[in-house]
């Protein structure tokens, strides 16, 4: 009997510890989310249209966390009722960072409307893994896509292409390009971006028309599986040789677009330090470099002057020296860890085998 007690009192000992872990891993997502929302706040009318839709997909996993938030303990409530708070500062933000967005580069906010909704970002409900089998034997050693390209087949699949076009195009060149095997880095994370944003939209057949022979058992979410399996070693081979400025913002992106594709072997607690620690304490942002503030400022003072210059979608640094990308990315991936830790104990978490 006396036996039994102490197994009791060492199960429930183990229960609160993990519990408190998880409550103190919540803690430091939302503070750090808090200060991501509070430079949106300050900077919204000047980040670019990828740093509005990293801060959407945020959105979109909020409002999830919120929608099934455990109703366990005064803690636990506490942090969903600060999630709220959250919810309904970056909607404010938004409205204001849409507007902006439309008028700096009304054709680019036009081809690219369907995505500035939180609503349009779906949230994982069943989670699985990565493959090591799956990845390349070799891998390119240059990106084996262009950003015209990569919007041209984005426009496509959106139905943007023209005014009322019709959605869910796919040409051959986009085809071919999405489906490529061996592309490294950025190409890879869109590749496997194509396939959620035609899930998205509700496009059913995007292989449709492909007639290779290799290729004829294979689906959607095998090309998802595949690709993610090998954005995992990109990231396993960084963690390896030491994070630097030139790998971290693909290392981000890559637990972002995987996680939201399902696929949560990427939220590693260790990976999540990384992401927790790059953030700058002073503004909020990610991927802050002081040393080039006031070279930016003299850029922004160009862009002025040149109103209809386009500017990059990929990248844009702030007058602040913040990094809009990089801040994108690592807000969105943040949201996904909060969801992975509300569902740890969740059994349609677990990966399916």
Not at 75 to 101: E, G, I, N, P, Y
Not at 301 to 317: A, F, T, Y
Request: proline share 3%; glycine share 6%; with cysteine.
């Amino acid at each position: 009997m006396r036996a039994a007690r102490l197994h009791l009192a060492a199960a429930l000992a183990l229960f609160a510890a993990v519990c408190g872990s998880r409550a103190e891993v919540i803690d430091d997502v939302l503070g750090s989310l808090s200060r991501g929302a509070s430079f949106l706040e300050r900077q919204h009318e000047h980040i670019n249209l990828d740093g509005v839709v990293g801060f959407l997909m945020l959105q979109a996993e909020l409002k999830e966390a919120v929608r099934t938030w455990p109703h366990t303990d005064p803690v636990s409530w506490a942090q969903r009722t600060s999630t709220v708070a959250l919810v309904r500062r970056l909607d404010q933000s938004f409205h204001k960072a849409v507007a902006a967005l439309q008028q700096n580069d009304p054709k680019y906010y036009r081809e690219f409307e369907p995505l500035l909704s939180w609503s349009f970002w779906l949230v994982p409900q069943e989670w699985s893994s990565t493959d090591h089998s799956l990845v390349y034997p070799s891998t390119m050693s240059t990106e084996c896509y262009d950003e015209q390209l990569s919007d041209n087949c984005l426009t496509l699949l959106l139905g943007t292409w023209k005014t009322s076009g019709t959605p869910c195009i796919v040409t051959k060149p986009c085809r071919d390009t999405m489906t490529r095997f061996g592309c490294p880095h950025y190409s890879l994370s869109h590749q496997l971006l194509y396939f959620m944003i035609g899930k998205m939209r509700g496009c059913t057949n995007l292989l449709k028309g492909d007639m290779r022979a290799s290729r004829v058992n294979m689906t959607e979410r095998n090309y998802q599986r595949i690709f993610c399996s090998n954005m995992m070693k990109t990231n396993q081979d960084i963690v390896r040789d030491g994070l630097t400025e030139q790998t971290v913002d693909i290392f981000i992106e890559n637990i972002l677009i995987c996680g939201l594709a399902g696929f949560s072997d990427f939220y590693k607690a260790d990976w999540l330090q990384h992401i927790l620690r790059l953030q700058d304490e002073e503004v909020g942002c990610f991927g802050r470099d002081r040393s080039i503030v006031s070279q930016i400022i003299g850029d922004e003072l160009l862009e002025q002057l040149q109103p209809h210059r386009r500017v990059k979608r990929r990248e844009k640094i702030l007058p602040d020296g913040c990094s809009s990308h990089m801040t994108a990315v690592a807000v969105g991936a943040l949201g996904g860890y909060l969801n992975y830790h509300l569902l740890e104990q969740d059994i349609t978490k677990r990966p399916l085998s």
